[in-house]
């Protein structure tokens, strides 16, 4: 992906089974492109993943899509899968440590 790309959330739109995400991609002396990637309602429900981590979710799809196509993928509309969305949970849960842990380079 280019540095004069900007990717824009625009805003989503819940559906019966889906929540449907849209973004603009506006590339220098380029006419906007329009993206939509969805998410299944159940992955909301079952708490897969919170509402406010969606366009996040999102967002870093489409950046992946646009990098691995030299910001031109051939699909406007993407799909998030639950092991996406598994990986994403991953990569932004905090570590729990105990109220006792204490930091091993930490000297007393």
């Known amino acids: 992906m ?3 790309v900007l990717v824009q959330f625009v805003g989503f739109e819940s559906k019966e089974t889906v929540r449907e995400y849209t973004f603009q991609v506006r590339e220098t002396a380029q006419e906007p ?3 939509t990637l969805t998410i299944d309602q159940a992955a909301f429900t079952t708490r897969l993943l919170r509402f406010q981590d969606a366009p996040d979710v999102c967002s870093s799809r489409l950046r992946q899509e ?3 196509n030299g910001n031109r993928p ?3 509309h993407f ?3 639950h092991a ?3 990986d994403y949970r991953s990569r932004h849960t905090p570590v729990k440590r105990s109220m006792f842990h204490r930091p091993r380079d930490e000297e007393y």
């Open 74 to 76: 051939a699909e406007t």
């Open 84 to 86: 996406e969305l598994d």
């Open 33 to 35: 492109r329009e993206f």
């Open 66 to 68: 646009l990098i691995a």
């Open 79 to 81: 799909h998030i899968s």
């Open 2 to 4: 280019s540095q004069e």
